[in-house]
């Protein structure tokens, strides 16, 4: 039986995290915030999905994608200032832009009430 890793552990409980935005960064990120600071700092020079997992070792390009999605929309909403950074939509995921900004545009509403309204 093989051990039981972070990477096995998120795709058990987020199976879906390549078809599904979960707007929530920690997920893209090995489960921790501990690789923000890196990531961001990778964004900001420019790195490719392929360099930044290799660099911050995660497994899936679209960790990368989704993680540098939830970036977007913080910087686009104002919520994070990061005067030296910039990023775009990955276009890997422009296509679903519409489901991701309602998903993104319901993050801080609670399930219970959205299934009661």
Known sequence: MAPVTAISAHDF???DRHKK??????IYL??????????IAL???GKSAKEICEELKL??????WFATLLVYFHIRDGLVELPN?????PPELADQMD???????????????????
Do not use: C
């Not at 090995?30 to 990531?39: I, Q, V």
């Not at 497994?59 to 990368?64: K, Q, W």
């Open 13 to 15: 409980l987020y199976g």
């Open 21 to 26: 935005f979960y707007p929530d960064i920690k």
């Open 30 to 39: 090995g489960g921790t915030l501990g690789p923000l600071p890196a990531f």
């Open 43 to 45: 964004l900001e020079q």
């Open 59 to 64: 497994a899936y390009r679209g960790d990368v």
């Open 85 to 89: 950074l910039s990023v775009d939509i």
């Open 99 to 117: 489901e991701y900004e309602r998903i993104w545009q319901r993050r801080h509403i609670p399930p219970d009430f959205v299934t009661r309204h």
